[in-house]
T-cell receptor, first 115, second 116 residues
């Protein structure tokens, strides 16, 4: 059974600071997704990471994937209040081209950026 | 274009009632997924359709849960004889399958079900 663990689950940080959210998963996969969820809203796709060593950046967020370590990171640079949300990583099992449609989500990281 | 839409957005049911939740996927997306999100948790997979075929229903928690997508577009998740533990947000997502870089699952706004 695929397990996905995120840490920390709660993160309070000040504007302008940097931090990293970690996502570990338990079985082979080369498809990892990061989503953002605002309170009462649905999930917004942030990044799709499809291979070992993949790195993607959008604004103050950068995501990377290490399939050998079964680890993805979401790095926040110079945080601003607008980044306050819950961030989820999700993993599809298997290798590209296989039965990799079912996503297993972590519990989410609730990020609060304080002025 | 339009994203995934779901209705109703909120549903309150008395214990024992049947409910039906609707999902309209993005036009052209052949894959459709249902997830259940409990308060403070990540979404959990319920079931998956490719066109009208239900290829995986391993996540449905009991035989009270039933999903269909008869014409390969709109889908309905039905819950019979609702119980309090069914209270959650039910999310629908759609995607284009098996095309690397294009298989992101796009989520709808969800239906918040409260069972009293």
């Amino acid at each position: 059974e695929l397990k996905v663990e995120q840490n920390p689950l709660f993160l309070s940080m000040q504007e302008g600071k940097n931090y990293t959210i970690y996502c570990n998963y338990s079985t082979t996969s080369d498809r990892l997704y990061w989503y953002r969820q605002d309170p009462g809203k649905s999930l917004e796709s942030l990044f799709v990471l499809l291979s070992n060593g993949a790195v993607k950046q959008e604004g103050r967020l950068m995501a990377s994937l290490d399939t050998k370590a079964r680890l993805s990171t979401l790095h926040i640079t110079a945080a601003v209040h607008d980044l306050s949300a819950t961030y989820f990583c999700a993993v599809a099992p298997g290798i590209s081209g296989g039965s990799n449609y079912k996503l297993t989500f972590g519990k989410g990281t609730l990020l609060t950026v304080n002025p | 274009g339009a994203g995934v839409s779901q209705s109703p957005r909120y549903k309150v049911a008395k214990r024992g009632q049947d409910v039906a939740l609707r999902c309209d996927p993005i036009s052209g997306h052949v894959s459709l997924f249902w997830y259940q999100q409990a308060l403070g948790q990540g979404p959990e997979f319920l079931t998956y359709f490719q066109n009208e075929a239900q290829l995986d229903k391993s996540g449905l928690p009991s035989d009270r849960f039933f999903a269909e997508r008869p014409e390969g577009s709109v889908s309905t998740l039905k819950i019979q004889r609702t119980q309090q533990e069914d209270s959650a947000v039910y999310l629908c997502a759609s995607s284009i399958p098996n095309r690397p870089g294009e298989d992101t699952q796009y989520f709808g706004p969800g239906t918040r079900l409260t069972v009293l």
